[in-house]
T-cell receptor, first 114, second 113 residues
Framework: DAGVIQSPRHEVTEMGQEVTLRCKPISGHDYLFWYRQTMMRGLELLIYFNNNVPIDDSGMPEDRFSAKMPNASFSTLKIQPSEPRDSAVYFC????????????FGNGTRLTVT | GNSVTQMEGPVTLSEEAFLTINCTYTATGYPSLFWYVQYPGEGLQLLLKATKADDKGSNKGFEATYRKETTSFHLEKGSVQVSDSAVYFCALSRNTGGFKTIFGAGTRLFVKA
């Protein structure tokens, strides 16, 4: 099992540009989560999907952020336009459906917006 | 609502010292409880879990017991190693018609040789 795969590992972009982060969950997992981690705010849940359907996007900070899951093996998180305060590490995680199933995290995308 | 509170770090210990990282939670019903560990440059990974009261989770010498009476899930290790230096997150998960994992703020551990 390759685990959760995220790309790119690092992204540096200028303010105002569009950024797309990608995630491939573990095969068979039916929940997918996007988190953001910063020193100031710690680990924040942005949005999560169940069977490719967004369930709760209350953590998405602004309309500049959007996420999609077109199929069970792929999800994207898009920021348009990006701002310096979006600089953070973005993690994707997946799991099975039960509440005693742990989350499996990817290694994250470190985003720097200048 | 559901929440997790864990001790602030950083915690600095010498190799072979005893480790305790305190974690308490607030939740309705019977959540599952987890400890995750994050090494530099990596995502969080499961360290151990417990799914009901009085369960003890253990892995790699780390242990934590689900204490419902004190709503606690403290992490312990009898003898830490330099390689245990990382950030440790306590978390709970509860299915409330969709489910989320609620994380504590994380505790950074430094172990000196």
């Amino acid at each position: 099992d390759a685990g959760v795969i995220q790309s790119p590992r690092h992204e540096v972009t200028e303010m105002g540009q569009e950024v797309t982060l990608r995630c491939k969950p573990i095969s068979g997992h039916d929940y997918l989560f996007w988190y953001r981690q910063t020193m100031m705010r710690g680990l924040e849940l942005l949005i999560y999907f169940n069977n490719n359907v967004p369930i709760d996007d209350s953590g998405m900070p602004e309309d500049r952020f959007s996420a999609k899951m077109p199929n069970a093996s792929f999800s994207t998180l898009k920021i348009q336009p990006s701002e310096p305060r979006d600089s953070a590490v973005y993690f994707c995680a997946s799991s099975f459906t039960t509440d005693n199933s742990p989350l499996h995290f990817g290694n994250g995308t470190r985003l720097t917006v200048t | 609502g559901n929440s997790v509170t864990q001790m602030e770090g950083p915690v600095t210990l010498s190799e072979e010292a005893f480790l305790t990282i305190n974690c308490t939670y607030t939740a309705t019903g019977y959540p599952s409880l987890f400890w995750y560990v994050q090494y530099p440059g990596e995502g969080l990974q499961l360290l151990l879990k417990a799914t009901k009261a009085d369960d003890k989770g253990s892995n790699k010498g780390f242990e934590a017991t689900y204490r419902k009476e004190t709503t606690s899930f403290h992490l312990e290790k009898g003898s830490v190693q330099v390689s245990d230096s990382a950030v440790y997150f306590c978390a709970l998960s509860r299915n409330t018609g969709g489910f989320k994992t609620i994380f504590g703020a994380g505790t950074r551990l430094f172990v000196k040789a």
